[in-house]
């Protein structure tokens, strides 16, 4: 009977299990998969919460962007020169795509576009920022597109068709170089421009008023939130910002005067700029050759498109704007440097020749064989060379250099197409040290009393020149913009003597009345005052002289300035570009 307790006493003391370290170390293992699990949902929760948060909206949450209309664009009359066409666009979700249905879609696109898939993949990988927005892949679809597209819809998850706005310029090529174009952003462009709310498939004025008033014409994009179901079908709209269009704008352009320059240059190389001289308002600009701003809306420019756009004569460069010597335009300067600097009396007579040697350099006139004995007048009237040869020996190339500077050669005008616009060149001893190594010479201030030698100018700049004479002796700032201001706030007085002026103004009106511009001189029109110019040029070995003409009128008050100019014409100003002007002077008056 004693034994049985020894033998329980015994079991209970011999037990092991829940004794010693093993307690403790179940429960730290359970007290540290606690903490692991707990750490784990505060990571997941708190952390990356946000980021799962975003993932999981962004499989049910579809933003279609809704792309702002460009403002229009018109010319001083109201009249239409840039508006919006309303194009199918298709668009395509990434996030509704695996590999594995990519596979069916991609060449299936590839093919009903005509675009390679290696294209479309392209656009896909830079839109990965932002995966749940509709990502455009092909602009302009035409009829067969859409058809096939609509037959595929079911081979085709997440891909929609959408119409969307789309540059439209009605004149074409007549307004191309004023107008500019706009284009879809290039990757490079949208590195720049992220900062200012561009994304891709965004549209960009490229050049002219286009890109010079960008921020204006733009515009703000909107959209709207959709949540949608698994298959990508919409359920209901969570918001939405309405698109704002960009502001229009007009335009200091008169259309009819426009198409009456585009008329007027023809086939010829060159450019026409019309001013207001009162105030710099551009009437017209026209540069050739010229191309159709509308092929850049589409999504891919063929061949064809490019070859007229990239051809030998350079058809996307302005030459309005573009530099070229300004021929015997600029014995305008000549003329001011001379009575300014008081080294010459107005009522001065000097005997012209058929040459003249100066320098040990021959320099020879026009015609070969002098007129006789002129004054500022008769040698504006004739263009004398030989007579503005003793001009600028006497006065100095340092005076003449200044006052070139004075009526804004050398520099660009203010015009808005900052990017575009040369600003010529206006040579001096420091320049000719660092381009030929030699110092400036008598013979250079001779050679650019005349507008020829290394002197630069554009057609918009000596638009300006001649605007001097025209209103009294002010420098005025071209610009497009249409605006109230008094044309005191575009323009700055070079202080010119009145005589000065009157003398100016005397020799302009005798070119048109008895000199090199009397094919300007018509009983039907008001009087014109103008010069003629003939720029020494080459193309390779041949010369084919520039011709320029200038113009403006009426004379005694003039409302309108013309510059003609034709490049590599090989005829004079006189025969060449004047009756350009002529043609554009009787439209503007008969209109009138």
Known sequence: MTILPSLLSITKNTRTVGRGVQSTFVILFTLLMLSGIGARLIYLQIIEGKNHRIRAESNRIRIIPKQPERGNIFDRNGKLLASTRYPRSVYLWPMAHTK?????????????????????????????????????????LNEAQVTALKEYENELPGVEINT?????????????????????????????????????????????????????????????????????????????????????????????????????????????????????????????????????????????????????????????????????????????????????????????YGSLTIGGTRFGEWNHAGFGPLGFVGAMQWSSDTFFYQIAKKVGGPTLIEWTRKYGFGQKTGFEFTTEEAKGLVPDDNWKRKAWKIPWSVGDTVNMSIGQGALQATPLQTAVMFAVPANGGYRVQPHLLKDNEEARSWRESLNLKPITIKILRDGLRKVITEGTGKVLNVPSLPPIAGKSGTAEAWRGKVKENHAWFGAYAPADKPEVLVVAFAEHSGGGGGSVAAPMILEIMEKHFARK
């Open 164 to 352: 969307e706005a789309v540059r439209y310029y009605p004149h074409g090529q007549e307004l191309a170089h004023i107008l500019g174009y706009t284009r879809e952003i290039t990757a490079e462009q949208l590195e720049k421009k992220k900062v200012e709310g561009y994304r891709l498939g965004d549209v960009m004025g490229q050049m002219g008023v286009e890109k010079a008033y960008e921020k204006l014409l733009r515009g703000e994009w909107g959209g709207q939130q959709v949540e949608v179901d698994g298959s990508g079908r919409p359920l209901r709209v969570l918001g939405s910002k309405q698109a704002k269009a960009g502001n229009d704008l007009h335009l200091t352009i008169d259309l009819d005067m426009q198409m009456a320059a585009e008329k007027a240059l023809g086939k010829r190389n060159g450019a026409i700029v019309a001013i207001d001289p009162k105030n710099g308002a551009v009437l017209a600009m026209v540069s050739h050759p010229t191309f159709n701003p509308n092929i850049f809306s589409k999504q891919k420019l063929s061949q064809k498109d490019w070859e007229t756009v990239q051809g030998s004569g350079h058809p996307l460069v302005n030459r309005a704007i573009s530099a070229f010597p300004p021929a015997s335009t600029f014995k305008i300067v000549t003329t001011t440097a001379a009575l300014e600097s008081g080294k010459f009396a107005p009522d001065t007579v000097l005997q012209t």
């Open 100 to 140: 594995l249905s990519w596979s069916v879609v991609g060449p299936r696109l590839a093919k009903i576009l005509d675009t390679p898939q290696t294209d479309i993949e392209k656009i896909l990988e830079q839109s990965a920022v932002n995966p749940s927005s509709l990502i455009r892949i092909s602009r302009n």
